[in-house]
């Protein structure tokens, strides 16, 4: 069995055509196979399983083999840990590709796919920055059913008059093509639920910090989880707010229906369906046979209330009866609060998963089988079960603002930072806003709009396209995307000495939706990272800092294959399409908080902690989270301050801005009318 690639290039081959036999797989990449023998029961020519990894993959060949991989039940996530252990095992590439290769024809395909991702953040001889992005190959996921039929029918017309016709069929997902329609309002918002690098990266998240994985493996792994989603949540709402809708109801009271049903209008390309659900649907038990494994929503209720009580007497309870402090000013060996509650809820690594459960995983079951709880129909599962297609559903931001109120109970038990925790020795002169890309910007003044964002769909389905077929298929979705811009902060040493210093941006509106100002305790839910970055060395005296969108610590830096040789995430970070709220044609104020903190910690040094990206959102599979203090600092507890304003004015090493996003119906519209001085005025008004 000899190869003719580098390894790097054969191992993506792996990846492709995830719904054909690895025969067709061969065929179409020109691969050179082992021995083939016919299936017993089909005929079809398929790869031979060895006893040995027969042996080893118990769990994985017990998963069906079409139905996507439901990432939320434990024998899904123990199938994709058993199955990348394998892939992990190989001693070199080539061993990994024919191990895939062998394994393919007999395992689920959407599980194999998961495996191999995770393999690709585990071993150091790949980068994860060189994964083919899931669009790419699961295209089926993303983008509409009729959508992905259209491509099909125009690539099998191309292939068949390839002398005749032109080799790029493009076919074009418009912006209104999604699952909600337009009499209800929640279509406002699809185009973001439903942005396929947002949901590229959802997948990428969980893949890459799998609530199973070994305790210990991801730092901060049960903190993340809830700073990720907060931030998932937060700029839903932001987006909410920019087309006159108000900020998602949490899904808390179980006895009343989800209200918002979901018809995802998209289909596997093997044919599963994922369900739809109706308006007005209960969560409800779902009934299995045997009855013992069925799952209750009684059973939810009481781990929510273990954890409600955890959190309000500020311990939790240990398998064995013991105390654990809830705190996030631990003691040294003692384990931060929030990482604690984190691991429970999911639930990841529980101190105490008889006591506290497993609820935000089995909320996601039971919204995905709420359509037909009793299982009396034989449909399918809804898109919540997944975690490529969760976040398309509005259901998903009422179960993830119940999980995120949950966490900001604890936080809201936690002392305030104190002047010395807040203190810094920069001061902050001056920030500025800057867009890039045309003439005569204003600053402090951003624009959103909508564009196309293009990709290969020929990897991921079979147009029956042969090796010499010419023909690429592209599917345009439009996005909302926004100009690139910088900051420009002015910053005073005051010492003697050269330092340096860390600078947090975060973001949050300034009005609610009644157009009143929020104050310091409802921007809480609000307030995103922008940015969180260590500065060069500052002179002493006053400098000028720049920094540049495109480096966020949200976004990853990767470029291309070995130009960038520390860790590197291609999907796993923040959609740089997504990066600004939307904002209103009128332009909405959102506030800019800028601060600098001191950089102390001497355990590792300045080159180490800058290198590569530093993944606030997705965490760093390669080593310690990148910032000592609890992800957030300094805007997720509460304070004495009313308002933000007030909170500010004590800290020289803070600013607050006020920024104005404006939304334009495309690119070349900016710029066309002039922008008016404003002074602060209610949103929607101004
Ligand atoms: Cu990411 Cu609920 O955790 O979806």
């Known amino acids: 069995w000899h190869f003719r690639e580098s390894p790097e290039d054969l191992i993506l081959n792996a990846f492709y055509l995830p719904y054909e036999s690895t025969a067709t797989l061969a065929d179409r990449f020109d691969l050179i196979l082992p021995p083939m023998v016919g299936d017993d029961e ?28 439901l990432a939320f039940r434990s024998e899904h996530a123990l199938a994709v840990r058993e199955l990348s252990q394998v892939f992990l095992e190989a001693r070199h590439l080539y061993e990994l590709f024919r191990t895939a290769i062998l394994i393919r024809d007999h395992v689920n395909r959407s599980i194999y796919l998961a495996a191999l991702y995770h393999a690709f953040y585990e071993r150091k001889d790949l980068n994860p920055g ?32 390839k002398e005749r016709v032109k080799t790029e069929i493009s076919v074009h997902w418009h912006i209104n093509e999604t699952g909600i ?39 901060r792994r049960g903190e993340l989880f809830y700073y990720m989603h907060h931030n998932l949540v937060a700029r839903y709402n932001m987006e909410r707010l920019s087309v006159n809708l108000r900020p998602v109801v949490p899904f808390e009271d179980w006895h009343l229906s989800l209200l918002d049903g979901y018809f995802p209008h998209i289909t596997t390309g093997n044919g599963y369906d994922w369900a739809d659900r109706q308006d007005n649907t209960f969560f409800k038990d779902v009934r299995e046979i045997p009855l013992n494994q069925s799952s209750h929503v009684s059973q939810l209720e009481m781990w929510r209330t273990h954890l409600y009580h955890a959190i309000d007497v500020g311990y939790m309870v240990n ?16 384990a931060f609060g929030i990482n604690l509650l984190g691991e429970s809820v999911e639930a990841g690594a529980s101190v105490n998963p008889f006591l506290y459960g497993n609820l935000h995983n089995l909320g996601h079951d039971l919204i995905s089988q709420s359509h037909d709880p009793a299982k009396r129909h034989h449909t399918q599962m809804g898109v919540m079960g997944a975690v490529e297609t969760a976040v398309r559903d509005p259901a998903f931001f009422r179960w993830h603002k119940f999980i995120d109120n949950l966490f900001l109970r604890y936080k809201m038990t936690q002392p305030s930072y104190t002047a010395r925790q807040l203190a810094g020795v920069m ?89 009143e100002r929020l104050n310091f305790a409802s921007l809480l839910h609000y307030w995103t990272e922008m940015d969180v970055f260590e500065t060069d060395e500052i002179m002493p005296g006053t400098e000028h800092i720049y920094r540049h969108s495109n480096q966020s610590s949200i976004l990853s830096n990767y470029r291309a294959r070995g130009v960038n040789t520390a860790f590197a995430y291609s999907a796993c970070s923040w959609p740089r399409n997504l990066q600004l709220p939307r904002g209103t044609p009128d332009g909405m104020i959102f506030h800019l908080f800028v601060m600098a903190s001191d950089v102390d ?3 590792e040094t300045h080159a180490t902690r800058r290198r590569g990206t530093p993944g606030s959102f997705c965490g760093r599979p390669d080593g310690k989270y990148p910032d000592k203090w609890p992800m957030g600092f300094p805007l997720d507890r509460k304070s004495s301050h009313e308002t933000i304003e007030a909170f500010v004015a004590e800290h020289p090493n803070m600013m607050l801005k006020d920024i104005v996003i404006k939304h334009v119906s495309d690119r070349d519209s900016i710029g066309s009318q002039p922008h008016e001085e404003r002074s602060d005025c209610l949103l929607f008004t101004c």
Not at 55 to 69: E, S, V
Not at 321 to 333: E, H, M
């Open 42 to 69: 089909t005929g079809m020519l398929i790869t031979e399983l060895p006893l040995d990894l027969k042996m080893k993959l118990g769990r994985t060949l017990a998963i069906p083999q079409d139905i996507p991989y």
């Open 130 to 161: 060189d994964l083919p992005p899931l669009e790419t190959l699961l295209p089926d996921r993303f983008v509409p059913a009729d959508v992905i039929n259209k491509a099909k029918k125009l690539a099998k017309s191309a292939i068949l008059h």
């Open 181 to 219: 329609g337009t009499r209800s309002p929640e279509h406002r918002v699809a185009y973001w639920r439903e942005d396929m690098h947002l949901n590229n990266m959802h997948w990428h998240w969980h893949l890459s910090n799998p609530y199973n994985i070994e305790p210990g493996k991801r730092d």
């Open 319 to 334: 398998e064995n009866g013991s105390y654990v402090r809830l705190t996030d000013n631990p003691k040294i060996g003692e």
């Open 427 to 515: 001061e902050i002169e001056e920030v500025i806003v800057m867009e890039e890309g045309w003439k005569g910007q204003t600053p402090d003044l951003l624009h959103t709009f909508f564009t196309n964002s293009t990709f290969d769909s020929s990897r991921g389905i079979d147009f029956q396209r042969k090796r010499n077929d010419d023909i690429t298929v592209l599917i345009k979705a439009d996005v909302l995307d926004h100009l690139e811009f910088n900051y420009r902060i002015r910053i005073r040493n005051p010492t003697s000495e050269i330092k340096l210093s860390k600078l947090r941006i975060f973001l949050a509106p300034k009005f609610n939706e009644d157009g």
């Open 601 to 603: 910690d001497s355990s």
